[in-house]
Nanobody, 114 residues
Framework: QVQLVESGGGSVQSGGSLRLSCATS????????VSWYRKVSGRERELVAW????????DYGDFVKGRFAVSRDNANKMSYLQMNSLKPEDTGLYFC???????WGKGTLITVSS
């Protein structure tokens, strides 16, 4: 059974940092990209970051603007999202997804206070 479990959410002040983790199981992790999405108030769910199966290619939503960095550890079947310079508008629920499938985690909540 495919599972993705996010962790690392929490509360932080504006300008702070958080590192989210996505632990996966039930499939060959190294064969798939990983996508990170978020759902924030007033906006549709949007792509935050994507990393290819090899880790050599990445892509980010326009709103990231160099603040976030996605990575992966194929040996441990993990992906990470390092988020710096957080803003109150980044507050929301963050999910990881096995790219190209409907396999999602349940999300982890981050709250950024001003």
């Amino acid at each position: 059974q495919v599972q993705l479990v996010e962790s690392g959410g929490g509360s932080v002040q504006s300008g702070g940092s958080l590192r989210l983790s996505c632990a996966t199981s039930g499939y060959t992790f190294a064969n798939y990209g990983v996508s990170w999405y978020r759902k924030v108030s007033g906006r549709e769910r949007e792509l935050v970051a994507w990393i290819s199966s090899s880790g050599l290619n990445t892509d980010y939503g326009d709103f990231v603007k160099g603040r976030f960095a996605v990575s992966r550890d194929n040996a441990n079947k993990m992906s990470y999202l390092q988020m710096n310079s957080l803003k109150p508008e980044d507050t929301g629920l963050y999910f990881c997804r096995r790219s190209g499938t409907e396999d999602w985690g349940k999300g982890t909540l981050i709250t950024v206070s001003s």
